[in-house]
């Protein structure tokens, strides 16, 4: 309340995660003025042969 | 129809998850008026690193 | 923490959606050993024309 | 925009998912007018033990 | 088993719904094998007000 | 990619939901480096009378 959910790829580190959560949940307190401990953050990670863009997987796609 | 989805920590066996699948269920049933068999409950579970509560993933957080 | 989505077809009471929410978070409790107070359920109602079964929109649907 | 999420149970091969995610966009795609490289798709996959219809987790049910 | 949930910016016509539910649910046939009535599809729209892309909220995105 | 999805009760102005999303993507740029048209922000509002904390709905509890 609120409650927020990011969707991303696989593999950011600990770290990444860290100081994601931290600066969104920032976000939220500053515009919405609610207590910063009632704000929850979870991360949903999505391998890339699960996860499609275009039609395609990430999987098959060329880096770039 | 109605469907359920449960986000929670990981960590639960698999008899808290049958248990508590069971009574999620018998509560729609009672308080909607639905069938039994039209009612799904998914449990998403979630790593320690990938959620935060106040800005602070519960991975960082004292015992408690 | 955990938190609860519950998605249904719009046209419940608000003594309907009180009483669900209270056995939910019962249920959740009594399996998971959380604080009451860190249960969360929101209720998704979703229109007629905006749900289907088996290819088939609800507002399309014979009673039955 | 549009964004699709579907929920299915573990163990598809990759074979499959691509084919899945092909499709589901060709028909956002023809019905909605959208640029293809606008849609997404994410699957989300859940475990027999995390998954339930009717009560009865997708784990304790007799195949068939 | 398997549940599509479609985000969509809100506006379209019941007629485009019918069709993109049909059509989403035969992509969901075709390629995992489950039976048609084991399908559900949710549209799940949202205002021009609530939704937002590089930062910048649709209603205030130029048309084109 | 990343789709940053958040719950909250209904009731808020254009500007602080403009405010908001604005801040919620730079958030994501500076922590997971990617490019500022790939995030995308969906709002989902709730009334107070389809959510609930600790059994009890919003609608249902008292100003404080």
Redesign the interface.
């Known amino acids: 309340?609120?409650?927020?959910?990011?969707?991303?790829?696989e593999g950011?580190s600990?770290e990444?995660?860290?100081?994601?959560?931290?600066?969104?949940?920032?976000?939220?307190v500053?515009?919405?003025g609610v207590p910063?401990?009632?704000?929850?953050?979870?991360?949903?990670?999505?391998a890339r042969?699960?996860?499609?863009?275009?039609?395609?997987?990430f999987?098959?796609m060329k880096a770039g």
């Open positions: 309340m609120p409650e927020l959910v990011v969707y991303l790829l950011r600990v990444h995660k860290r100081a994601l959560v931290k600066d969104l949940t920032s976000a939220v500053k515009n919405l910063q401990e009632s704000v929850t953050v979870s991360l949903v990670e999505t042969t699960d996860k499609a863009k275009g039609g395609v997987l999987a098959d």
